[in-house]
C-alpha cells in the first residue's frame, strides 16, 4: 500500500478467512476487522486449526450439524482453551439443534480465539523471520 507511510498502520476490513489473513499479511496489511467468525458461527460452523483438521480444503471449518458429531464425547480441539472446547461436540450439537443461545455465544468465542491465535502466531512468525514457513504449515 504505497500511499500509506510506512510508520502508520494499514488495516483492511473484511477480511476474515484464513488465506485472505495470510494473503494481506505478506502485503503489509496489519489489522483486520471481520464479521465472519460470528457469522459462520450463526450458520454452525466452527473454525479448526489445522491440529485440529483445519485445512485450505475444508476452508479451516467444520460443521456442528454433521452427523458424526451427534454422539461425540471429545472437544472439538483439545489444545484450544477457549470455553467453548470445555465442552464435547455431541452436547454443542444438541445446543446448535436445540437453538439453545448457548451454542451461538461458545461458537463464537470458538471462532474468535482461533483467529486471534492465528494472528498471535503471525506475529510471532514475522518476528522470527518465518512468515512463510508458518503460512506453510497452514496452508500446505
Known amino acids: 500500500i504505497p500511499l500509506v507511510p510506512d510508520e502508520l498502520p494499514r ?19 496489519d489489522t483486520f476487522d471481520c464479521v465472519m467468525p460470528t457469522r459462520i458461527a450463526r450458520s454452525g460452523h466452527l473454525l479448526l ?3 485440529a483438521g483445519g485445512t485450505p480444503r ?20 483439545s489444545h484450544c482453551g477457549c470455553q ?12 446448535f439443534m436445540s437453538k439453545e443461545l448457548l451454542y451461538y455465544r461458545l461458537a463464537s468465542i470458538h471462532n474468535l480465539t482461533v483467529i486471534l491465535g492465528l494472528m498471535s502466531e503471525i506475529r510471532d512468525a514475522i518476528s522470527r523471520g518465518r512468515l512463510l514457513e508458518l503460512k506453510t504449515e497452514w496452508m500446505g
Open 11 to 29: 488495516h483492511l476490513l473484511g477480511i476474515g478467512t484464513v488465506e485472505d489473513i495470510f494473503w494481506s499479511v505478506s502485503r503489509g496489511i
Open 58 to 77: 475444508n476452508k479451516f471449518r467444520t460443521s456442528v450439524k454433521l452427523a458424526r458429531w451427534k454422539a461425540s464425547t471429545q472437544p472439538l480441539d
Open 84 to 95: 467453548c472446547c470445555r465442552h464435547s461436540m455431541g452436547f454443542l450439537r444438541h445446543l
Open 49 to 51: 486449526h489445522p491440529r
